[in-house]
C-alpha cells in the first residue's frame, strides 16, 4: 500500500510537490481552502504574472512536464526602460541566446499543473478544505469544509500554505519555530493594458517594460491574449502614496509620470478603484520543520512562500520554490521515506540559500526603480558583459548567476556577485576605459 503523505495549499509549490511524490508512488492528497483552479479568480492581492527563469524550468524538467507548461510563456529578452523624459532604453538580462525569462499567467500555470497531478498522476484534491488549526504537539492539522472539520495525520504533512501559513504561524506560537515577517512600506496595484486596437501588444512584448522613477515604479508584462500586466510599485504613504494617489486623482497621476502608459489603460480609475493593494514583505523562519514527539512518528515540513516568502523584485519568489521542490525530490529518491533524515538535510541544503535570494531580492528592487536610470548602470553592465566574454564560466554577473545558472547556488551567486562589485567599483573608477579594463582582468585572475 502506497505511503499516504498530505500536502497543505494547492498553489504552486503544492501542485509541483504533488507531482514530484506521486510519480515516485506516494499517496498525495492535496488540501487547499479555495474553489478548484478554473471555478474561481485568483485570490485578490496576489501577482497575476510570474517570471519563470532557469531554475524553475530545471525543476519543471525534473517532474517531466515542462513541455506541457512551454505553450504557456512569453519570451522576454530583457528590461524595456522608461525614463521620465520619454526615453526608451533596452538594457538585455545576458548575452547568450538562452539568457531570456519568461512571462507567464499565475493561474494558468496553477491550473496545469493541477491537471496534470490529478489526471495523470492520481493526485486527491480537496478543495474548498480550509486549514483551520495546527496542533504542534501531535503534528496534526484541523481542516474545515461543507461536510465539517476532520484531521490530518500522516507521517509527513507538507505545508506549502504560502506567506500567510497557518501552519507557520502555529508552530511560532508553540515555540517550535522562530518565525517573523517584514513587511515593506510599499505595495502595490495591478492593472491591465489592452491590447492594440484591432489585435496585437500595445507594447513591444519581447521584454519586461519598466518605468523606474526614484521611490517608486510601475512595470508590465506580456500575457499570451495580448494585454499586459502593469504592476504599479508605490509607498503606502506619501507623496506619491497609495494615501494620496485615489481613484479621483490617478489619472493626473499618470499623466504626468507615466504618459505613455494613460492612453493604454482606458479605465484606469476603474481599475484601479476595484484593485486591491497587495502586500511585499520578507518571511524568516527557523527551522523549517517540526517532529512530534517521542511515539508519535509524525513530521511537518515547511516549504516554498511558507518557510521563505521573499518580495517579487528579482523574479526568483516561484524559482526558489520550485527549486525547494526538486531538492526535496531528490532527496526523497536518494533515501527514500526516512522523513527524520529527508527533512534535515533538505533544510541544510536550502536554508543559505533561501536568505540568499531574499537579501537580492531587496537589493534588485533599489535597482529596477532607481539604480536602471543612472548612466552608470549601462557601464557597468557593459563592463560586466566584457569580463564575462574574457573569462567564460569565472566571471559571470550577478544577475546572470541568479536566473539563468542552477547549478548555482544563490548563496554561492551572492558571494561572487560581492567580489564582483568590487572588482567592477575599482575598475570603474580608474577613469580611462582601457585601463579600468585591464585593472578588472587582473583583479578576477587574482580573487574568482
Known amino acids: 500500500m502506497a505511503e499516504p503523505v498530505a500536502i497543505l495549499g494547492a498553489g504552486l509549490a503544492g501542485n509541483l510537490l504533488a507531482i514530484l511524490l506521486a510519480r515516485r508512488g506516494f499517496a498525495v492528497t492535496v488540501y487547499d481552502r479555495g474553489a478548484a483552479p478554473g471555478a474561481a479568480a485568483a485570490p485578490a492581492g496576489r501577482s497575476i504574472n510570474l517570471a519563470l ?95 465539517g472539520e476532520s ?73 499570451p491574449d495580448f494585454t499586459f500586466t502593469a504592476t504599479l510599485f508605490l509607498p503606502h504613504r506619501g507623496q506619491p502614496g497609495f494615501d494620496s494617489v485615489t481613484p479621483a ?19 484606469l480609475e476603474r481599475q484601479f478603484a476595484l484593485g486591491p493593494i497587495g502586500s511585499l514583505g520578507t518571511v524568516h523562519c527557523r527551522p523549517w520543520s517540526h517532529s512530534g514527539p517521542r511515539g508519535i512518528d509524525r513530521r511537518v515540513l515547511l516549504i516554498g512562500d511558507a518557510a521563505h516568502a ?57 535597482e529596477m526603480r532607481a539604480a536602471v536610470l543612472d548612466p552608470a548602470f549601462a557601464r557597468r553592465a557593459a563592463l560586466a558583459f566584457e569580463l564575462e566574454r574574457r573569462f567564460p564560466g569565472r566571471f559571470v554577473p550577478r544577475y546572470s548567476m541568479v536566473m539563468f545558472h542552477p547549478e548555482i547556488g544563490y548563496a554561492e551567486a551572492r558571494r561572487r556577485g560581492a567580489i564582483q562589485a568590487t572588482i567592477l567599483d575599482e575598475a570603474l573608477g580608474a577613469g580611462d576605459a582601457a585601463a579600468g579594463l585591464e585593472l578588472a582582468a587582473e583583479r578576477v585572475r587574482e580573487r574568482l
Open 249 to 267: 486623482t490617478v489619472a493626473a497621476f499618470f499623466d504626468a509620470e507615466f504618459p505613455d502608459v494613460l492612453p493604454l489603460v482606458p479605465d
Open 151 to 223: 484531521r490530518i495525520e500522516t507521517r509527513l504533512l507538507l505545508a506549502a500554505d504560502g506567506a500567510g501559513s497557518m501552519v507557520r504561524q502555529s508552530l511560532a506560537a508553540a515555540g517550535a519555530v522562530e518565525a517573523r515577517e517584514e513587511l515593506l512600506d510599499h505595495g502595490y496595484k495591478e492593472l491591465v493594458v489592452a491590447a492594440a486596437p484591432g489585435g496585437g501588444f500595445a507594447l513591444d512584448p519581447g521584454g519586461l517594460h519598466v518605468w523606474p522613477r526614484g521611490g517608486f515604479m510601475l512595470i508590465a508584462l506580456p500575457n
Open 53 to 147: 527563469a532557469a531554475r524553475g524550468i530545471r525543476a519543471l524538467e525534473r517532474a517531466e512536464v515542462f513541455a506541457e507548461i512551454r505553450p504557456l510563456l512569453l519570451p522576454m529578452r530583457g528590461r524595456i526602460v522608461h525614463e521620465p523624459g520619454g526615453a526608451v532604453r533596452f538594457l538585455a538580462y545576458g548575452q547568450h541566446e538562452h539568457e531570456r525569462i519568461l512571462s507567464v499567467s499565475r493561474a494558468a500555470l496553477n491550473r496545469r499543473l493541477a491537471g496534470i497531478a490529478e489526471q495523470r498522476f492520481g493526485v486527491d484534491y480537496r478543495f474548498g478544505h480550509e486549514c483551520v488549526g495546527f496542533d504542534a504537539g501531535r503534528l496534526a492539522a484541523t481542516v474545515r469544509s461543507a461536510a
Open 310 to 366: 521573499i518580495v517579487p523584485f528579482h523574479g526568483q519568489g516561484m524559482n526558489a520554490a520550485f527549486e525547494d521542490c526538486a531538492e526535496l525530490d531528490r532527496l526523497v529518491a536518494l533515501l527514500g521515506p526516512d522523513w527524520e533524515a529527508v527533512v534535515a538535510r533538505f533544510e541544510a541544503a536550502r536554508a543559505d540559500d533561501a536568505r540568499a535570494i531574499a537579501a537580492m531580492a531587496l537589493e534588485n528592487y533599489e
